[in-house]
């Protein structure tokens, strides 16, 4: 007993600090994690179990008879029993049913059907949203990486211009004005520098807590990212064409497969109310012994049986107008006009959607590209500024603006390149997985 439980404390313990040694992660891992922990996806793969399970059920009302159990004892009045034995008793078996209920079960096992499909499609959108989601956020948390990184390169360079000063002005090699403009600057830097080092910090608790991780010791803050930014460009769409894309978006579309789905279980409601007109057959077979006196004066153990076809026939649905059948019937049929103006106007939405998101790319890459350039000229501009500055021929201001306009550039640029990758998975989400992997000039 006590070595159960000493592994069992052991486990829990090995278990406990693997999660707690988490420092980083890989764009891989966070995906893995998050299709793992989510409670979203749970529920989600929950439904799936729930439908089969009541699709079973369905098909066990479409094929399978009623069974049943049966006794009896009877105790007859002394003076009114035509025999000796006043007590009596019974034992049987019973196999019930519908032959033929016009349609109503397949029409129930069919809507069964219809939600176990949507349960899929369900479960298979939802992994898509939280692994597209989860790569979304790695990204962010890269491109705050970045910006944290120049923001506290920036701080370093500003402290130490600031002591140069402060030694400068000690020597009188400048002015008090000149050493005060320093102070300023680099004081002026510290809110920015805060605003930037917060900005990471809860942009991290956030996505761990995404994640369903807990935070180490070691690391309040949740796991580090590790990877580039720039490992962002190797994904691309298989085609960019905006009729492959638009076709795609409505074969894979929650909202549209959501509206499929109501449509069809109110089609399979309308034909299970319809079979309220046909008439109905129900058989039932009994089997029994009864242990009773047959008149003599001894009891024996007797076996029967008996059969039994009922037909009914609804007469009250037929009655146009004034029916309770007919009013519903109305009903479903309206139902059925508005789910379909619905699906129209999804329809629209999706296409706009996918012209939307294709336009926001093209904006993503143009800017992209004007802003790789830009880096470029700003790193050539913040090299000559530094080479000039060490020859004293170039302020310490001029030398400032050089490099703020290089973090600015870099910047634009990552935030170009988190855009192209955001926009790029939302239109990979409705293409097939096969269909995200190299993409073509079209």
């Given at each position: 007993m006590?070595?159960h439980?000493?592994k069992?404390?052991?486990?829990?313990f090995?278990?406990?600090?693997?999660?707690a040694?988490?420092?980083?992660l890989?764009?891989?891992q966070s995906?893995?994690l998050a299709?793992k922990?989510?409670?979203?996806?749970?529920q989600a793969e929950?439904?799936?179990?729930?439908a089969?399970?009541?699709?079973g059920?369905?098909?066990v009302?479409?094929?399978?008879?009623s069974?049943f159990?049966?006794?009896s004892?009877?105790?007859?009045d002394?003076?009114?029993a035509?025999?000796?034995f006043n007590d009596?008793?019974?034992?049987?078996?019973t196999?019930r049913k519908?032959?033929f209920?016009?349609?109503?079960y397949?029409f129930?096992?069919e809507a069964r059907?219809?939600?176990l499909a949507y349960?899929?499609?369900?479960?298979?959108?939802?992994?898509r949203?939280?692994?597209?989601t989860?790569?979304?956020?790695?990204?962010a948390?890269l491109?705050l990486?970045?910006?944290?990184r120049?923001?506290v390169?920036?701080?370093?360079n500003?402290k130490?211009r600031l002591?140069s000063a402060r030694?400068?002005?000690?020597n009188?090699?400048?002015s008090?004005?000149?050493?005060?403009?320093?102070?300023?600057?680099?004081?002026n830097n510290?809110?920015?520098?805060?605003?930037?080092?917060?900005?990471?910090t809860?942009?991290?608790?956030?996505?761990t807590a995404f994640l369903?991780?807990?935070?180490?010791?070691?690391?309040?803050?949740?796991?580090e990212?590790?990877?580039?930014?720039l490992d962002s460009?190797g994904?691309?769409?298989?085609?960019?064409?905006?009729?492959?894309?638009?076709?795609?978006?409505l074969?894979r579309?929650?909202?549209?497969l959501a509206?499929?789905?109501?449509?069809?279980?109110?089609d399979?409601?309308r034909?299970a109310?319809?079979?309220?007109?046909?008439?109905t057959l129900?058989?039932s077979?009994?089997?029994r012994?009864?242990y009773?006196s047959?008149?003599?004066?001894?009891r024996?153990l007797?076996?029967?049986?008996?059969?039994?076809?009922a037909?009914?026939?609804?007469l009250?649905?037929?009655l146009p107008g004034?029916?309770r059948?007919?009013?519903q019937i109305?009903?479903?049929?309206?139902?059925a006009?508005?789910q379909?103006?619905?699906?129209a106007?999804?329809v629209?939405?999706?296409?706009?959607?996918?012209?939307t998101?294709?336009?926001?790319?093209?904006?993503?890459?143009e800017?992209?590209?004007?802003q790789?350039?830009?880096?470029?000229q700003a790193?050539?501009?913040q090299?000559?500024a530094?080479?000039?500055?060490?020859?004293g021929s170039?302020?310490?201001?001029?030398l400032?603006?050089?490099e703020?306009?290089?973090g600015?550039a870099?910047?634009?640029y990552?935030?170009?390149l988190?855009?192209r990758y955001?926009n790029v998975?939302?239109?990979?989400?409705?293409?097939?997985p096969?269909?995200?992997?190299?993409?073509?000039n079209?």
């Amino acid at each position: 007993m006590r070595r159960h439980t000493l592994k069992a404390v052991l486990f829990f313990f090995t278990a406990f600090s693997l999660s707690a040694q988490i420092e980083s992660l890989t764009i891989d891992q966070s995906v893995d994690l998050a299709l793992k922990h989510n409670l979203d996806v749970r529920q989600a793969e929950q439904d799936v179990l729930i439908a089969r399970a009541d699709l079973g059920a369905a098909w066990v009302d479409l094929y399978m008879p009623s069974l049943f159990l049966s006794g009896s004892f009877g105790y007859t009045d002394p003076v009114t029993a035509s025999n000796p034995f006043n007590d009596s008793y019974s034992a049987g078996v019973t196999v019930r049913k519908d032959l033929f209920s016009g349609g109503k079960y397949w029409f129930a096992k069919e809507a069964r059907r219809f939600a176990l499909a949507y349960a899929e499609a369900r479960l298979a959108d939802k992994k898509r949203e939280v692994e597209r989601t989860a790569r979304v956020n790695f990204y962010a948390l890269l491109l705050l990486k970045e910006k944290l990184r120049i923001a506290v390169e920036s701080d370093k360079n500003l402290k130490y211009r600031l002591e140069s000063a402060r030694l400068n002005f000690a020597n009188g090699v400048i002015s008090q004005l000149d050493y005060l403009k320093e102070q300023v600057r680099y004081k002026n830097n510290q809110p920015l520098l805060l605003k930037t080092q917060n900005e990471y910090t809860m942009a991290r608790l956030s996505f761990t807590a995404f994640l369903g991780l807990e935070t180490g010791r070691n690391s309040a803050e949740g796991p580090e990212p590790t990877g580039d930014i720039l490992d962002s460009l190797g994904v691309t769409l298989s085609t960019r064409d905006e009729a492959k894309l638009t076709a795609a978006a409505l074969d894979r579309d929650l909202s549209l497969l959501a509206l499929d789905y109501e449509a069809a279980v109110n089609d399979a409601a309308r034909n299970a109310l319809l079979t309220a007109r046909w008439p109905t057959l129900s058989g039932s077979f009994n089997f029994r012994f009864d242990y009773k006196s047959s008149g003599g004066a001894d009891r024996a153990l007797t076996p029967g049986w008996i059969a039994n076809l009922a037909l009914n026939i609804p007469l009250d649905p037929w009655l146009p107008g004034i029916s309770r059948l007919s009013r519903q019937i109305e009903s479903a049929d309206a139902l059925a006009v508005k789910q379909k103006l619905k699906r129209a106007q999804t329809v629209i939405a999706v296409r706009t959607r996918i012209k939307t998101l294709l336009a926001n790319l093209a904006i993503a890459e143009e800017s992209l590209a004007s802003q790789k350039e830009n880096v470029r000229q700003a790193k050539l501009v913040q090299e000559a500024a530094a080479k000039q500055y060490r020859e004293g021929s170039l302020s310490v201001l001029d030398l400032n603006d050089a490099e703020t306009a290089y973090g600015q550039a870099l910047a634009n640029y990552w935030q170009a390149l988190y855009d192209r990758y955001a926009n790029v998975l939302r239109l990979n989400d409705y293409l097939p997985p096969d269909g995200a992997e190299k993409e073509t000039n079209e």
